[in-house]
């Protein structure tokens, strides 16, 4: 079974501070998800990666994927009470059709 | 479109009660998942379908059984719920393509006394 480590587990900032939190693990992945939560909703997608090293940018958002697959960080530029949220991200093995998800980091973001 | 619908929103069970959840999706989607939401956890799968017809377990499925009653509904039952089953769950659906979106309910908050 696949584990999946996400840190800081919580992070708490003001607004307009940068931000990065990680995803690792021992295990390759073919293919990596980020997603947010916010409280009482279910997760929503941010990104899918699947190329190793590969640099996805959503507005303020930047994902990237490590070069052996096993690991994915997501930057934050500025962030906004907006992002506040639980952030997910979510590994498949051997391009298989089942993620698994890591514990989540939670972040508040300030005013 | 409504996406993915839940239902109930809110359960209290007893030990020992019995309970479904119902899932659907109206985005004809194939592939259809049940997870489970502990604190610190993340998300585990307890049941998933690939299509419609086919059921397989998942990381975390003693306790739990699953119906694919056609492509749109797929639900979730305790036959005899325990405390350890306190959990949000969730059900998703996706097309099953590569970089394709899972879509995600709103959740069932389950507590079991």
């Known amino acids: 079974t696949q584990l999946l480590e996400q840190s800081p587990q919580f992070l708490s900032i003001q607004e307009g501070e940068n931000l990065t939190v990680y995803c690792n693990s021992s295990?390759?992945?073919?293919?990596l998800q980020w997603y947010r939560q916010e409280p009482g909703e279910g997760p929503v997608l941010l990104v899918t990666?699947?190329?190793?090293?590969e640099v996805k940018k959503l507005k303020r958002l930047t994902f990237q994927f490590g070069d052996a697959r096993k690991d994915s960080s997501l930057h934050i530029t500025a962030a906004q009470t907006g992002d506040t949220g639980l952030y997910l991200c979510?590994?498949?093995?051997?391009?298989?059709?089942?993620?698994?998800f890591g514990p989540g980091t939670r972040l508040s973001v300030l005013p | 479109n409504a996406g993915v619908t839940q239902t109930p929103k809110f359960q209290v069970l007893k030990t020992g009660q019995s309970m479904t959840l119902q899932c659907a999706q109206d985005?004809?989607?194939?592939?259809m998942y049940w997870y489970r939401q502990d604190p610190g956890m993340g998300l585990r799968l307890i049941y998933y379908?690939?299509?419609?017809?086919?059921?397989d377990k998942g990381e975390v499925p003693n306790g739990y059984n699953v119906s694919r009653l056609n492509k749109r509904e797929f639900s979730l039952r305790l036959e005899s719920a325990a405390p350890s089953q306190t959990s949000v769950y969730f059900c998703?659906?996706?097309?099953?393509?590569?970089?394709?979106?899972?879509?995600f309910g709103p959740g069932t908050r389950l507590t079991v006394l």
């Open positions: 998703a659906s996706r097309t099953g393509k590569t970089r394709d979106t899972q879509y």
């Open positions: 990666v699947v190329t190793g090293g």
């Open positions: 379908s690939a299509s419609e017809g086919t059921t």
């Open positions: 295990s390759v992945f073919s293919s």
């Open positions: 985005m004809n989607h194939n592939s």
């Open positions: 979510a590994g498949a093995e051997n391009y298989g059709q089942n993620f698994v």
